[in-house]
DNA sequence: GGTCGCCTGGTA
DNA sequence: TACCAGGCGACC
């Protein structure tokens, strides 16, 4: 993400739109092409990341909007050039310069924010931001009735953390993705905010190529062994998505062990 | 909370 | 041919 806000803004900052094509009809559908034909003329004045959403604010005060979803890029062209394969909408400069969304699934997101009128993401804090600690984390899980692998996803939590960084952060924190989110205890949490700037920063890293250390921890790494302690990587299924963990190294925290433990006094 | 549908392409 | 996919909103 951090990488294709930087294409954008390379490519689109200080430059007036020509015109905005929306090439696939999901897009058209969303956003019909009378509107889209409102951005020419528009200068575009910066170009913002929130979680995974990129904000593109014009000097009309519009707010562009786009989400990759699964599969969205940027690609750079020129409006001469022929359109790539997966081109689903291509935003024409007035220098000649294209900006194309390469989209295979074509499930990306184009809107348009009245002026004056901020969007609302709903999202948590950065993760980055000093704000993301323990204690929100703590707040969150509180009201959580199930996983913390789900309520991890949930973008209100950490702004910007997907399916796989979600698995690698859970890793890295050896927490269990079935634990019960308000399970969790203060050491773990503290654990799990690190893990989630850690395996993110790897992201960042790993998209520039610095990294040569192997791409992935547990994801996709089902059936082969834990790097930490040599057990087989297990797969699961959590709210439709795929959730690997290790089953050694990643236990349930023991306070939800003892919870669930039927009391002595109990009659059978 | 969970499941489905959106879309298309890659892989077994 | 069937299943899988890094997201998310609509729906139960």
Known sequence: MEHAVGVLRDAAVGRTIGRVRLLHPALRRRLSPA???????????????????QLIWLDDHRVLHVHFRMTGD????????PLPAHARAAIELTDGTRIVLDDPRALATLDIHPALASPDLGLGPEPSDSSFTADWLRTRFARVRGAVKPALLDQRTVAGLGNIYAAEALWRARIDPRAPAASLRPAELRRLVLAVRAALERAASTRYGVSKSPRFHVYDREGKLCRRCRTPIVRIRQSGRSSYFCPRCQRAPARSRRFNRVPRSAPL
């Open 35 to 53: 509107r889209a034909r409102t951005l020419r003329g528009a200068r575009i004045e910066s170009v913002q990341r929130r979680g995974k959403h």
């Open 74 to 81: 940027w690609l750079v062209d020129r409006t001469s050039d």
